[in-house]
Nanobody, 123 residues
Framework: QVQLVESGGGLVQPGGSLRLSCTAS????????IGWFRQAPGKEREGVAC????????QYGDFVKGRFTVSRDNAANTAWLQMDSLEPEDTGVYYC????????????????WGQGTQVTVSS
């Protein structure tokens, strides 16, 4: 069983940056795709970014528009989401998730989830 823990959330002003981390324990992330998702109050959970387990191919939600970068270090069992040029609309709880095999932005296809970390973008 893979346990995931996110960290790095917080309060940031519009235009600022945050770097979220996702650390796995219990089992290696080898062969697992990693996805980042977010959920704002009253809204459905949506895919932010995902990264394949082997070749590092990435995919982003349309709203990212080049502002975020997902990365991973399989040896360290860790993934990151670098978020720049943050906007108030980026506010929400951010989750990392893992699934054996192909990366996807569909949250229903992931079976291991972290507890989430709050990101608030406000002046």
């Amino acid at each position: 069983q893979v346990q995931l823990v996110e960290s790095g959330g917080g309060l940031v002003q519009p235009g600022g940056s945050l770097r979220l981390s996702c650390t796995a324990s219990g089992k290696s992330l080898d062969y697992h795709a990693i996805g980042w998702f977010r959920q704002a109050p009253g809204k459905e959970r949506e895919g932010v970014a995902c990264i394949h387990h082997s070749d590092g191919r990435t995919q982003y939600g349309d709203f990212v528009k080049g502002r975020f970068t997902v990365s991973r270090d399989n040896a360290a069992n860790t993934a990151w989401l670098q978020m720049d040029s943050l906007e108030p609309e980026d506010t929400g709880v951010y989750y990392c998730a893992a699934v054996w095999g192909m990366a996807t932005l569909k949250p229903s296809l992931y079976d291991h989830w972290g507890q989430g970390t709050q990101v608030t973008v406000s002046s």
